[in-house]
């Protein structure tokens, strides 16, 4: 009875360290923030699978929106609810992009990076409009230099 309950002591460990070494990283969704107006903060996020991204709706009026064509193969489209804080399991390796959607032309954009960018091509195409464009060219460069 001792040596089964020591094994499945050990079983449960091995599954869970997993989960035990994963992180929560804090994105603040704001009206005004380091880099101006309608921001994510911060907009460019390096994390690992099985690490979350909390969204934190600090200000009314946004959300966090996957960007059609910046997500890596086999990972689901996402949209949160309105002023709603949001969790986002990151299990992929990729690029992951992220707009607000009623401000998302007002460059309300993040990029999160997992692992080995897979879709970093597919990603970079993506054609954006509005102020989301210089924006992404501003974290694309960040992106760059963390490489």
Do not use: W
């Given at each position: 009875?001792?040596?089964?309950?020591?094994?499945?002591?050990?079983?449960?460990?091995?599954?869970?360290?997993?989960?035990?070494?994963?992180?929560?990283?804090?994105?603040?969704?704001?009206?005004?923030?380091?880099?101006?107006?309608?921001?994510?903060?911060?907009?460019?996020?390096?994390?690992?699978?099985?690490?979350?991204?909390?969204?934190?709706?600090?200000?009314?009026?946004?959300?966090?929106?996957?960007?059609?064509?910046?997500?890596?193969?086999?990972?689901?489209?996402?949209?949160?609810g309105m002023s709603k804080d949001f969790?986002?399991?990151?299990?992929?390796?990729g690029l992951y992009g992220i707009k607000?959607?009623?401000?998302?032309?007002?460059?309300?954009?993040?990029?999160?990076?997992?692992?080995?960018?897979?879709?970093?091509?597919?990603?970079?195409?993506?054609?954006?409009?509005?102020?989301?464009?210089?924006?992404?060219?501003?974290?694309?460069?960040?992106?760059?230099?963390?490489?």
């Amino acid at each position: 009875m001792r040596r089964k309950l020591m094994t499945a002591t050990l079983l449960m460990a091995g599954l869970t360290a997993g989960v035990a070494n994963a992180a929560e990283i804090e994105v603040q969704m704001l009206n005004k923030g380091d880099k101006g107006g309608m921001v994510f903060q911060p907009d460019f996020v390096v994390a690992e699978p099985g690490d979350s991204i909390k969204f934190v709706s600090v200000d009314k009026g946004h959300n966090a929106e996957s960007i059609e064509g910046m997500l890596p193969d086999g990972v689901e489209s996402f949209k949160s609810g309105m002023s709603k804080d949001f969790v986002l399991t990151v299990e992929k390796d990729g690029l992951y992009g992220i707009k607000c959607t009623p401000h998302y032309g007002m460059g309300m954009v993040a990029l999160i990076t997992v692992g080995e960018p897979a879709n970093e091509d597919a990603a970079m195409a993506v054609k954006q409009k509005g102020k989301a464009k210089s924006r992404f060219e501003e974290i694309f460069a960040e992106y760059e230099a963390a490489k």
